[in-house]
């Protein structure tokens, strides 16, 4: 199997890299975050001085960085990796970005002989950590089948949406759809408290009826009804709000250029927009229970 360079260890793509290191891959990994690089090096992956120093004898790289721009420095900037890569190199991308960044990345990739698949991921840190991941797949089908061993390392369901930038757009409707359920759920929970339910009995009761969701079934919002919710751990090392945000934005721009309504996406990304605002941002997403409980 080929090296692979793993470039992004952050919540998501450190876990990820660790479960391609536990299933016998070589991975050589970087980040800018030295604490982030120590813990892959003490799994066994080569801790990489740069992301050219990483992807050096890489057959495969595989990115998860926070946004298109960091995505796009990477790749295409000044100093990017193509045209420093050799051709026929297969580049991954995991991180969510707009599906126009990515057929631009895409693009310049194939101008350079390299194949590139956006491949964003659902599932959260635990899916990251557990190798349950979905992988939400756009490009080309043999280079889907070429990374598939690798996806299915570090995640359980692959699809393949389309060509490059369908993983994306498919990755963007769900992620709308998450804001505005987690939004939902923590306004309905903070209606029943206020009168007089105990949130663990509501959350129950919800989970067995009509209004069962992810959110509250899975990723409770309201601390200590789920142990392992970020919710129950200070709404830390799960899902940031700004990242909510990020693709609550995505998703309303996605919206503007195919002249689509989303108003229930616009009002998720509002109101995400006030709690980022409030400092929030470094909070996960869950955290906006904290809007509807303030009093
Ligand atoms: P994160 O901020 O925890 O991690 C990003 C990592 O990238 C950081 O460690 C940062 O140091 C590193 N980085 C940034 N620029 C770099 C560069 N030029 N070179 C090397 N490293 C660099 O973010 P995350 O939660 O891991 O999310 C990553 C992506 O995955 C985002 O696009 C996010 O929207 C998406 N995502 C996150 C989740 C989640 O639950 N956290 C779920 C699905 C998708």
Redesign the pocket.
Known sequence: MDNIAF????????PMALNLVNKGFKVSA????AE?LAKLAAAGARPAAS?LDAVHGAGVVIS????GK?VD??YCGEHGLFGKLPAGTLVID????AASDARRVANAAKAVGLRMLDA??????AG?AAGTLTFIVGGEEADLEQARPLLEAMGKNIFHAGGNGAGQTA?ICN?MMLGILMAGTAEALALGVKNGLDPKVLSDIMSKSSGRNWAVELYNPWPGVMENAPASRAYSG???SE?ML??LGLAEATALDSHAATPMGSLARNLYETHVADGKGKLDFSSILQYFTAE
């Open positions: 470039i992004g260890l952050g919540n998501m793509g450190g970087f980040d800018l975050s982030a992301a998860m960085l926070p946004a960091h420095a990477l995991c991180s969510t970005i964003p991921v659902s599932g959260g840190t990251a990755k992620n799960g899902f940031m990242l990020k693709d």
